[in-house]
């Protein structure tokens, strides 16, 4: 497999749209740090998403909930730095919004000037459309994040989906129509029946990335540790395309039993004058020694 280190060219919102109006799909995977995101960058991965699923992969916790701001906007930063020209989607974590619009404002604000994103995503539906759209008029570039909103999670008693229901499609679709009219620069519809979203898709001008939402999207994100096997499990939708979690196993193993056998490679060595000088050195230092 040949791997190019070519610069590609600058992903930007407006490139996004360009693209999706000349056909052209994208794709975009979840990513937390400045190395990783350096390889997606070489990969192609046009869009970064910073995800609050960092709570889970990352730090360990239980759920995308307990993702912490000032953690979130300093990852943020990381990946911008590793990957300066993706498109760079930070987001907003668990009441960092909700609980008031002047909040939100401020914490979005972090994201875009101390986290270097080019723009956030939040959870919601129709009635946040007002926030949104005050967010839009402040310069803050918004993605709408419709269907199921892992961060509801505690109130529905576990993941869910939406749109199975005709009504729910409605909704859905209601919900993506008044966002998009709010000013969303893109929508991110998650778990989701293939042929609602294709209606979503269909009314919609902005660009709209699927997350288990059929095939019809624009862009289609998942969590890369899903994708490269290193969860212990992963949603039906985003089957693992490699076993880099049995391949760390097997190499960490290999570099224990390395450690507890001797076989250890040093690059460091004196050159023989100086080896010379170290022997006299602690000969000398040993005499005096004996005759103190």
């Not at 400045?34 to 192609?44: K, S």
């Not at 970064?48 to 990852?75: Q, R, W, Y």
């Not at 660009?207 to 998942?222: D, S």
């Amino acid at each position: 497999m040949s791997v190019t280190s070519a610069t590609p060219e600058t992903v930007s919102l407006r490139s996004l749209v360009g693209a999706v109006r000349a056909g052209k799909r994208f794709a975009c995977l979840t990513c937390y740090d400045a190395t990783t995101a350096t390889w997606l960058e070489r990969a192609g991965i046009e869009v970064l998403l910073v995800g609050d699923t960092a709570a889970e992969m990352i730090l360990g916790l239980p759920s995308t909930i307990h993702a912490p701001l000032d953690f979130m906007v300093s990852i943020t930063r990381a990946v911008k730095r590793g990957a300066p020209t993706r498109l760079v989607m930070a987001d907003m974590p668990f009441m960092s919004y909700q609980a008031n619009e002047d909040d939100a404002l401020r914490n979005a604000a972090r994201f875009l000037t101390e986290g270097m994103a080019d723009c956030v995503k939040v959870e919601v539906d129709r009635t946040w459309a007002p926030l949104v759209g005050r967010m839009v008029r402040a310069g803050i570039p918004v993605v709408a994040h419709v269907g199921s909103r892992p961060q509801q999670t505690k109130v529905h008693g576990g993941c869910f989906s939406v749109g199975r229901t005709a009504e729910q499609a409605v909704s859905l679709l209601h919900d993506a129509a008044a966002l998009e009219a709010a000013g969303a620069c893109m929508l991110l519809v998650e778990a989701c029946p293939g042929e609602v979203t294709s209606r979503i898709v269909e009314r919609a001008t902005i660009p709209v990335i699927g997350c288990g939402a059929g095939p019809a999207c624009h862009g289609q994100v998942i969590v890369l540790h899903d994708l490269l096997g290193l969860s212990s499990w992963q949603p039906g939708f985003a089957k693992p395309m490699a076993s880099l979690g049995a391949s760390l196993q097997q190499t960490a193993q290999a570099w224990r039993d390395r450690v507890h056998q001797g076989h250890i490679d040093n690059t460091f060595n004196m050159r023989d004058s100086e080896a010379e000088r170290l022997r006299l050195l602690l000969q000398d230092g040993a005499q005096t020694h004996a005759k103190a």
